[in-house]
């Protein structure tokens, strides 16, 4: 169902930008977002968009990452800037359908060195 994409290995200071495509139709979804993990510690939000373009984000990425979507390509985007080596993590996209169905995709790495 999504397949997200555009991880890597980046220094402090760095951008990256992540890609969650969707086989569905992107407007079959409610919401959609950006999940972390990193090593031992817990699956942590990100930021999320709706289907009516509202964004949220964690305060962890505020002002640094911004999230968007392109609805002809059925994908949504996580600009990451500013990277940190506390963002390092396997990154993981979401979505959630108006009846509550919700997705989950494999994860992709960010490593972000000092």
């Known amino acids: 169902q999504l397949q997200a994409s555009g991880g890597g290995l980046v220094q402090a200071g760095e951008s990256l930008r992540l890609s969650c495509v969707t086989t569905?139709?992107?407007?079959?979804?409610?919401?959609m977002g950006w999940h972390r993990q990193a090593p031992g510690k817990q699956r942590e939000y990100v930021a999320g968009i709706t289907s009516g373009g509202r964004t949220g984000y964690a305060d962890s990425g505020k002002g640094r990452f911004t999230i968007s979507r392109d609805n002809s390509k059925n994908t949504v985007y996580l600009q990451m800037n500013s990277l940190e080596p506390e963002d390092t993590a396997v990154y993981y996209c979401?979505?959630?359908?108006?009846?509550?169905?919700?997705?989950w995709g494999e994860g992709t790495q960010v490593t972000v060195s000092s």
């Open positions: 979401n979505a959630r359908t108006v009846v509550g169905l919700e997705f």
């Open positions: 569905r139709a992107i407007g079959s979804y409610d919401f």
